[in-house]
């Protein structure tokens, strides 16, 4: 079979990997406590419910505009401008499959053959894949200490050829929040220096703490003028993962390219999990408010055993489901590490090579 080099060279998911094993291990009859898994375990409103029922009952369910339901546009126009203190238009917003889509429209928007895309580690490991996907090439940032980027150590990555610098704050994987201070000179660099900055800002209603993060929209003057990219999502902050629909915010004539490359791919979103996208927004934040509490609870529980065991270094995370544990002083090989942690405690684990992160940072 004659196979592309993209499709040899991708990796799995690692956490899809990981949730099969686990699903495995159960239908064995093992006991299984499955710590890489990335979704909420809440279930959908019985509003949302309720209002996706009605859709259905109407024996309507057709194409939507490429770049999604202009009601639902406005209503993301309206719920974000709320809680990044904005001005953006339904025009500046591409409706997609998931942010995964947006941030493979983002790149396949504005990625060359050659082009660098700084990616801040640790860091989700689709990004490296994606950068692949466009033939992009990917700079690693990796932290000089405590698992936050450093803002000299960024810049001296950048090159000719920085096309975009990708920030995942809260982080997925270490559920930490990147310091404001960072996150404003990283944008008003790029502002300055035309590079673009996709702000993956998935898990920006999940946050544990009492931190209070700004909103990025501060630090540009304009959005239609701006190399700002923000991809967000639905599945995470109202446990909606399964709908697949996320919403990039960006300048309206970035947002056009974006919606041509996204016809080419899939078209648009399904009408039914764009329905059921606007009526949890009806809903409002208070029902993310309630999603935060469970996450705390059991981070905190975490937290609390993870303080017993000797030799293990760690930053509590602040934001996310994600806690980054450095077992280095027990085993150095994390795929090892990860293995044995199935094998001898039954607890699924994502290693730490899969974020760009071998050894400790902490
Ligand atoms: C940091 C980050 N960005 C993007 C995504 C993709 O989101 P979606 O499932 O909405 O495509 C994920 C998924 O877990 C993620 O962790």
Same mark, same amino acid.
């Given at each position: 079979m004659q196979l592309s080099k993209i499709a040899i060279s991708l990796k799995p998911s690692a956490t899809l990997k990981l949730n099969e094993l686990s699903s495995k291990l159960k239908s064995e009859g093992k006991d299984i406590i499955h710590l890489g898994g990335r979704e909420p375990e809440f279930d959908i409103s019985d509003y949302v419910i309720k209002k996706i029922e009605e859709k259905i009952r109407t024996k309507r369910i057709k194409y939507t505009p490429a770049s999604g339901i202009q009601e639902l546009k406005e209503k993301v126009a309206f719920y974000c401008n709320d809680i990044y203190q904005t001005s953006i238009k339904p025009d500046n917003i591409v409706i997609s499959s998931g942010a995964e889509q947006c941030i493979y429209n983002f790149l396949m928007s504005t990625v060359d053959p050659g082009d660098e895309v700084i990616i801040l580690a640790? @860091?989700?490991?689709s990004y490296t894949e994606i950068v692949s996907m466009v033939y992009g090439t990917s700079v690693i940032v990796k932290p000089k200490k405590r698992l936050i980027p450093d803002f000299d150590e960024v810049l001296s990555h950048? *090159? %000719?050829? *920085?096309k975009a610098i990708l920030i995942n %704050?809260?982080?997925?994987?270490?559920?930490l929040v990147y310091p404001n201070e960072l996150i404003e000179k990283i944008i008003k660099y790029c502002e300055e220096n035309n590079i673009y900055v996709l702000?993956?800002?998935?898990?920006?209603?999940?946050?544990?703490?009492n931190i209070k993060i700004k909103s990025?929209?501060? @630090?540009?003057?304009d959005i239609d003028s701006s190399n700002l990219v923000l991809a967000n999502r639905f599945s995470k902050s109202f446990a909606?993962?399964?709908?697949r629909i996320g919403f990039s915010i960006s300048s309206e004539e970035l947002a056009k390219r974006m919606i041509k490359i996204q016809t080419q791919m *899939? %078209? @648009?979103?399904?009408e039914l999990s764009q329905i059921a996208c606007l009526r949890a927004l009806e809903e409002g934040k208070d029902f993310s408010i309630r999603l935060i509490q469970n996450p705390r609870k059991k981070r905190d529980i975490l937290f609390n055993e993870l303080?017993?065991?000797?030799k293990i270094k760690y930053i509590k995370s602040q934001a996310t489901f994600y806690n980054f544990i450095d077992f280095s002083e027990y085993e150095k090989d994390s795929p090892k590490l990860s293995q044995l942690l199935i094998k001898n405690a039954g607890v699924v684990t994502v290693p730490g090579i899969e974020f760009a992160m071998k050894r400790k940072k902490l």
């Open positions: 640790p @860091y989700w490991f950048i *090159t %000719s050829h *920085t %704050s809260s982080n997925n994987s270490t559920g702000m993956d800002f998935i898990y920006d209603q999940l946050i544990l703490d990025p929209f501060l @630090y540009i003057n909606m993962t399964g709908f *899939t %078209s @648009y979103p399904t303080s017993k065991i000797k």
